[in-house]
């Protein structure tokens, strides 16, 4: 089992900057993948931004140049800065870790941006 606590989220005005923070505990040597999702009411969860166990990083077209993910040295904790931020880019925001057998999910932190 992997249990992930997301933190972070909050209230700014658009062409502000936020960072959030994953922080995984539980059978972390097992996961291969650790990636942010974010949903809005009525939408699919959609993909932002994931790192690899290798150290491999894939973002949204959405997102590209403005947000970045990054891992802490101990490789548990998984950032996403959000910079130059856009009222498109209200949601709830997920943590996710894939393992070989299933993925986890966070309960999520919302980032509301103002116009």
């Known amino acids: 089992q992997v249990q992930l606590v997301e933190s972070g989220g909050g209230s700014v005005q658009a062409g502000g900057s936020l960072r959030l923070s994953c922080v995984a505990s539980?059978?972390?040597?097992?996961?291969?993948?650790m990636g942010w999702y974010r949903q809005t009411p009525g939408k699919e969860r959609e993909l932002v931004a994931t790192?690899?166990?290798?150290?491999?990083?894939s973002y949204a077209e959405a997102v590209k140049g403005r947000f970045t993910i990054s891992r802490g040295d101990a490789r548990s904790t998984v950032y996403l800065q959000m910079n130059s931020l856009k009222p498109e880019d209200t949601a709830d925001y997920y943590c996710r870790a894939t393992t070989s057998g299933r993925n986890y999910w966070g309960k999520g932190t919302l980032v509301t941006v103002s116009p």
């Open positions: 790192i690899t166990r290798g150290g491999s990083i």
């Open positions: 539980g059978l972390i040597f097992s996961i291969n993948v």
